[in-house]
């Protein structure tokens, strides 16, 4: 069984499309629920059926911001996905290999973000007034932030895992193919 070479692009492409498209939007219709869940994991069967109802609202409101800042953690996440399918095993997880890739690339988006938001208190706590700042760091800190990191990185793993299975069912791989495989 020795591996026979095999074009890597395409597969490749063909991969980053299926994560662009597909990774947002999964990301984006699991976002809303799982902060739910985890901002009050206590109390989280009295919240069920609010998650529901927010969760058909909220997925119309979420595919804007889920596109928006879910297409570069999706294509980053099927780069290094089609890096791991061609370099891994054959017999290798790849479906949680992708979840785990798709939290680690959206903790560093939410990192950026929260880069940019501290920028943006500083800005605020300049321009107009110590209040003014005091409220944005009571709002976008401690608990609440905590809740939607969690439910951020969470929501990235999930749509790099539903991903990796989609590509998986549609036969998208960078692995190369054994000639056992093939004369079959």
Do not use: K
Not at 97 to 116: K, P
């Amino acid at each position: 069984m020795t591996a026979s070479p095999r074009p890597l692009l395409l597969p490749t492409l063909g991969l980053l499309l299926l994560f662009a498209a597909l990774g947002p939007a999964v990301g984006g219709a699991v976002f809303i629920p799982l902060a739910f869940v985890v901002e009050a994991p206590v109390v989280a069967e009295a919240t069920m059926h609010l998650t529901w109802i927010a969760t058909l609202i909220g997925h119309v409101l979420a595919l804007i911001p889920a596109y928006l800042f879910g297409f570069g953690p999706a294509i980053g996440t099927g780069l290094v996905f089609a890096l791991w399918d061609a370099w891994a095993p054959r017999g290798a997880p790849r479906a949680l290999a992708a979840a785990i890739i798709g939290g680690v690339l959206t903790y560093g988006q939410f990192l950026w973000l929260a880069h940019v938001g501290a920028d943006l208190e500083a800005l605020v706590s300049v321009d107009l007034s110590a209040w003014g700042a005091s409220w944005f760091d009571d709002f976008f800190s401690g608990e609440f932030d905590s809740a939607l990191r969690e439910a951020l990185v969470a929501s990235g793993a999930v749509a790099a895992f539903a991903c990796a299975m989609a590509a998986n069912l549609l036969g998208l791989s960078t692995a190369p193919a054994s000639v056992e495989s093939r004369s079959q």
